[in-house]
């Protein structure tokens, strides 16, 4: 599976949207961009996936290059509650899905 | 629905004493896994159970055993515990191929 590379640290301001990178230079066409996020030390929590086209649910947006090779979550307008680990994981093309977490940026929401 | 629940949450051994974390999850998933997260970490892989009867080996699988004993419920096992195990140990469930997964709560497992 390919291999991710995020900040390990941003800030954000409450209320203004939060914009994480993430690089994928060595993914292969079959697999997914994923983000999950990691608050205090509770289980990782999902937030969203996408293959090619830009995603958008209840939680943030997705936008994935033209190429494939970065992505960036957005989270529209942050809360304090936002202030956790994110990670972006590439896999999940076949077999059981064996995502490989790396140390994630740390986000944190200033008041 | 309770999601996925670990047990137990809080743990304490003295080196080589064993033990078995249990893991069950209440959506019908397929696949099922478990991860270590040691102090400022990521997590990583120790096993995983892509169906219901077969186990597979993750990133870190020494030291460990695992049992998938019906779709339900995946268990971890240390045979003889190692200070080096010290970590949290989450399990988590997905429906099937790229799909979400979800996780535990998380077992925090301390090693003397």
């Known amino acids: 599976d390919a291999k991710t590379t995020q900040p390990p640290s941003m800030d954000c301001a409450e209320g203004r949207a939060a914009n994480l990178p993430c690089n994928h230079s060595t993914i292969s066409g079959n697999e997914y961009v994923y983000w999950y996020r990691q608050i205090h030390s509770q289980g990782p929590q999902y937030i969203i996936h996408?293959?090619?086209n830009n995603e958008t649910n209840e939680m943030a947006s997705l936008i994935i290059t033209e190429d494939r090779k970065s992505s960036t979550l957005i989270l529209p307008h942050a809360t304090l509650r936002d202030t956790a680990v994110y990670y972006c994981i590439v896999g999940g093309a076949k077999g059981a899905q064996k995502l490989v977490f790396g140390q994630g940026t740390r986000l944190t929401i200033n008041p | 629905n309770a999601g996925v629940t670990q047990t137990p949450k809080f743990q304490v051994l003295k080196t080589g004493q064993s033990m078995t974390l249990q893991c069950a999850q209440d959506?019908?998933?397929?696949?099922m896994y478990w991860y270590r997260q040691d102090p400022g970490m990521g997590l990583r892989l120790i096993y995983y159970?892509?169906?219901?009867?077969?186990?597979d080996k993750g990133e870190v699988p020494n030291g460990y055993n695992v049992s998938r004993l019906n779709k339900r419920e995946f268990s971890l096992r240390l045979e003889s515990a190692a200070p080096s195990q010290t970590s949290v140990y989450f399990c988590?469930?997905?429906?099937?191929?790229?799909?979400?997964?979800?996780f535990g709560s998380g077992t925090q497992l301390s090693v003397l």
């Open positions: 988590a469930s997905g429906a099937a191929i790229n799909e979400k997964l979800f």
């Open positions: 159970s892509a169906s219901e009867g077969t186990t």
């Open positions: 996408g293959l090619k």
């Open positions: 959506m019908n998933h397929n696949s």
